[in-house]
């Protein structure tokens, strides 16, 4: 069962964007793939925690696309010149070693690519 925190409902219940719906379905998706992801607002938008940790954050800016920023915490650690992510569905982008972004530029995309960042979140958590 999925524990979506009220906090991250409210948000997206006054946020005004243009894959709001995508990004309803894809919060939703991600918090039904594993009871140990949690959910609270962090950067004012969605952000996943696994462990008590973030591990993935939604990013509604620039307006019209959707990103998920997937990142290993709030502090850089010390193997991040190291750290490795086999990414197969090659959704992700790397700004650096150790931090991830999946852009998404329209409903359709995020639709079409929703069981791919499910998994990737997944793997991500556990990493």
């Given at each position: ?66 990103q998920l920023v997937f ?57």
């Amino acid at each position: 069962m999925m524990d979506q925190s009220p906090a991250v409902g409210a948000l997206l219940e006054t946020l005004d964007h243009p894959m709001k719906d995508s990004a309803g379905r894809l919060r939703s998706a991600i918090l039904a793939s594993d009871e140990g992801i949690t959910e609270h607002v962090k950067w004012n938008a969605p952000s996943f925690r696994f462990a008590g940790e973030d591990r993935v954050t939604f990013r509604f800016h620039p307006k019209g696309q959707l990103q998920l920023v997937f990142h290993r915490g709030a502090k850089v650690r010390g193997d991040r010149d190291s750290f490795v992510f086999l990414d197969e569905t090659g959704l992700l982008q790397w700004p650096a070693a150790d931090r991830g972004v999946v852009t998404l530029a329209s409903a359709a995309d995020a639709d079409a690519a929703q069981d791919r960042i499910v998994e990737l979140v997944g793997r991500w958590i556990r990493t």
